[in-house]
């Protein structure tokens, strides 16, 4: 069998190139994996989207929202648990949690 095209792997992918969906964790439920779980403070989140970009499962929900001058921005409406499976990158590249004051993103020991 003859192949007409070829995807390229990963290694021929641009640096820094993101993969815009969920990959196959939107056909897997990848969130009983997991040994603790992220509690999303929203009061304490300045919806920079770090977690978002750093989240490997697509896991952090967006909604539409605005800036304090009218201007259309995403924000963070929540997790999905399917998904989550608990690594812990959220956490550690949240900025409100590395300035060690207050806690954005919090990790709980999981209950199953």
């Known amino acids: 069998m003859k192949v007409k095209y070829r995807l390229k792997d990963w290694q021929e992918l641009a640096i820094g190139g993101v993969v815009a969906d969920g990959g196959n964790s939107v056909d897997y439920e990848t969130g009983t994996w997991r040994t603790s779980r992220p509690i ?15 989240c490997p499962e697509d896991a952090y929900v967006l909604k539409d929202g605005a800036t ?34 207050k806690v954005a993103i919090d990790y709980i020991k999981e209950e199953h």
Not at 73 to 94: D, S, T, V
């Open 68 to 101: 304090k001058k009218g201007a259309p921005r995403k924000e963070i409406e929540g997790i999905n648990y399917y998904h989550c499976k608990g690594c812990g990158l959220c956490a550690k590249e949240c900025p409100v949690n590395k300035q060690g004051k």
């Open 40 to 54: 999303w403070n929203s009061e304490n989140c300045i919806n920079c989207l770090n977690c978002w970009v750093f």
